[in-house]
């Protein structure tokens, strides 16, 4: 878990969840849904494949070679660790394999401490929804992951499904949370695609200096804003360095189509005029990032 200065949710309000009582341990409610986690059998193999819920994304997003901030996920998933244990803590509902003695405990690391809300469904739901908005064409396989994930669960007698459901509400709460405060940074191949389309004539149809290092302005704007975090670098300077390394890659590509002698002359402008203002951006930033 990330520290309370960095976790991504640390001003998320959880205030409004603590009022949304989970059903009590006696209620029929509760009964129903014991009724029906006893009709699942328990595919052991399942279970275990879908404990990994980060895994199971990657492993999707591997094999149709898509290109993904694999650190930026996993912050976000595990980030929400905090938020999902106050709320357990707060309810102390017991897990269905603590409240029917016929059900066996799976004995696995994630199954213990309280049920209510699923921090597999929370975060399954939670990474399906950022992967859907950066990645909309594969939204029905992500969905289908989640389903999965949190079918385990209740195979596994870990979760109720109203742990599931409340779950799902609070990951939709996160998500917008993300959105609204600007946290998801967008995928670096797609966020690169939106600014070379709006300037796809003056790129295309232009060598003219001028016009190139506009783009390349904009380039580093949206580089730094959508695709990189500063503070995650030691000091000004790997910055600096990370961002000229990060351009060098992305003004080569076929798009933007600047050879070695052009990228020598970005360099010199950015030498010349974008240093300081690279590293005055950091110092703004992060400069008491280890106080």
């Known amino acids: 878990m990330a520290s309370k200065d960095t976790n991504l949710y640390k001003d998320f309000n959880v205030s409004p969840f603590k009022k949304e009582l989970p059903p009590k341990n006696d209620s029929e409610k509760t009964k129903k849904e014991l009724e029906y986690l006893s009709t699942i059998d328990l595919d052991k193999k399942f279970f275990q494949d879908k404990d990994d819920l980060i895994g199971n994304f990657f492993d999707f997003l591997d094999d149709e070679k898509v290109k993904y901030d694999k650190k930026q996920l996993r912050k976000i998933v595990l980030d929400a660790v905090d938020v999902i244990l106050e709320l357990k803590n707060h309810f102390k509902r017991p897990r269905p394999f603590k409240l029917d003695h016929d059900f066996k405990d799976p004995l696995v690391k994630s199954t213990k401490g309280y049920s209510y809300p699923s921090g597999h469904s929370t975060q399954s739901n939670l990474l399906s929804l950022v992967l859907s908005d950066l990645y909309p064409r594969y939204k029905k396989d992500f969905n289908k992951i989640v389903d999965n994930i949190v079918f385990s669960r209740q195979m596994a007698k870990a979760h109720y499904p109203s742990d599931i459901k409340f779950g799902e509400k609070l990951a939709k709460s996160m998500f917008k949370y993300l959105k609204d405060n600007n ?5 670096l191949k797609e966020s690169i695609r939106r600014v070379l389309k709006e300037e796809t004539n003056k790129i295309k149809f232009s060598n003219r200096f001028k016009r190139k290092m506009n783009t390349v302005d904009r380039l580093i704007d949206s580089l730094i804003e959508n695709s990189m975090y500063p503070c995650d670098y030691d000091d000004e300077e790997e910055f600096y360095q990370g961002v000229i390394d990060e351009l060098s890659w992305l003004v080569k590509n076929e798009d ?36």
């Open 256 to 291: 933007f189509g600047v050879d070695d002698v052009e990228w020598l002359d970005i360099y010199d402008y950015i030498s010349n005029f974008k240093e300081e203002e690279l590293k005055d951006y950091y110092r703004e930033r992060c400069s008491s990032k280890d106080v």
């Open 183 to 187: 946290l998801i940074k967008s995928d």
